[in-house]
């Protein structure tokens, strides 16, 4: 084995051990109940990583957090130069929409990544020789993996990865085409981990706290689905009876009574798997078993409520819409609520070292600068009317004027909305007496 090799080793066992241990049951007298459950004991990337791809609540549970806070980007305040560079990076190489994508990544496993390719003239494995950012690339964690730390206790990077190992060809690659493959510099990475200890570089996936309610929501789906076709089809019960078991022997073409049942399943195969399908019976008896399925709707929802809980989001917002069931404005705000906190404790903060670094690499203008999102608590246009609606007839009612700009302002309408509101001006009286007077007597 080469050093690559244990060293990769080393990581992925190191990975497993610290998964295991905080995966553990807490059942103190069954102490396998999970296995039981049939529930893994320790998860890993491709566990998370097939849930994701093959299952529709899971992929929800890590796209819709990411697809609610950026349904509008963030702005740069306090730093004209670097706003003017950044929307410019934007325009060439789409900055925030790989923002965005390593947002989404990072939740699928312990972390994600940003791969900076910089034209420098220099291998990947080199530092940055400050040329032109061309690209920046999202990866998974199975796409990138650190190679070796910095041991330095002096160094202010100690613990930090002192080199990469890239492998876009790997788990969670998008792209046919072969990818890139060798070491890579710290320079031109930098990690996103949601939930990751200062200093870490393993954040806390996504789907881990679901994942055993997943497995179940995997089944009742599964079962459901087979139950249904097991019991349109029906499983088949054959009695031989007091049948000459040589001659059935002889029919099937084995050699002993053990064999009846195994050739029997084999030939029962084509009819099980078809619903046109027909066989022999060879004087047999034959009888079809009916199932009777539960109704799945209560286990799945028991399913439905933790996955739900372990992110913080409303099963109707989690699921979408339901017969006769939208999501209230309560759940919506929950949903805000929780947008706001990933802004506070996530993606703010992230967003900001990652410009920071790039600003170390001189990839944008440097200088202190502030990360703005938008108010998700903001009413909407439709709504600020309503708004006004009610406020007029309020006044209406109690026989008081009020100044249109001052309350418009006060709502928070749009001041090329409050000038649109044209107010008819009063009649000139002077104008209208020698319009008159320029009448005919007989008028």
Known sequence: MSDKQLIMAVNGLTASLRQMAAQQTPDAKHHNSWRSYGYKDALGFEDYWNMYMRLGLAKALVRLPVDECWRNLPTIDGNAALAKAIEEMDDRIGLWRAFR????????????????????????????????????????????????????????????????????????????????????????????????????????????????????????????????????????????????????????????????????????????????????????????????????????????????????????????????????????????????????NHLTPTIEGTIRHMQEQKLLPGGPFKLKWPDLFEPSLGEKLDNLKRFAEVMSAMGREYDDKAVFNFLGLPDDLARAVVVDPEPDVSELDSDMDALPADA
């Open 101 to 344: 994508d390593v947002d989404e990544r990072q939740g699928v496993g312990e972390y994600g990544a940003l791969f900076f390719e910089i034209a420098d003239s220099k291998t990947p494995d080199q530092p940055n020789g400050r040329g032109e950012l061309q690209a920046i690339k999202p990866l998974y964690q199975s796409q990138i993996e650190p190679l070796d730390y910095i041991t330095d206790p002096t160094n202010a990077r100690y613990g930090q990865p002192k080199t990469w190992q890239i492998n876009e060809d790997a788990v969670g690659d998008q792209n046919a085409q072969a990818g890139r493959s060798g070491k890579v510099h710290p320079d031109r990475v930098y990690v996103w981990a949601e939930g990751a200890p200062h200093g870490s570089i393993y954040g806390t996936p996504a789907l881990m706290a679901a994942f055993n309610s997943l497995v179940t929501a995997e089944k009742i789906l599964g079962a459901g689905g087979e139950g249904f076709w097991k019991s349109a089809r029906g499983s088949q019960h054959i009695d031989f009876g007091d049948a000459d078991l040589s001659k059935i022997m002889q029919s099937l073409g084995v050699t002993k009574p053990t064999d009846i049942q195994e050739k029997v399943n084999e030939n029962m195969e084509p009819f099980n798997t078809g619903y046109d399908s027909t066989f022999l019976t060879m004087g047999a008896k034959r009888e079809t078993i009916q199932i009777t399925l539960p109704n799945p709707k209560e286990f799945f929802t028991v399913c439905l409520n933790d996955i739900a809980a372990s992110r913080g989001i409303p099963g109707t917002v989690l699921i979408g819409q339901q017969t006769g069931r939208l999501a209230s404005d309560e759940d919506q705000t929950q949903l805000a609520k929780m947008a706001t906190a990933r802004y506070a």
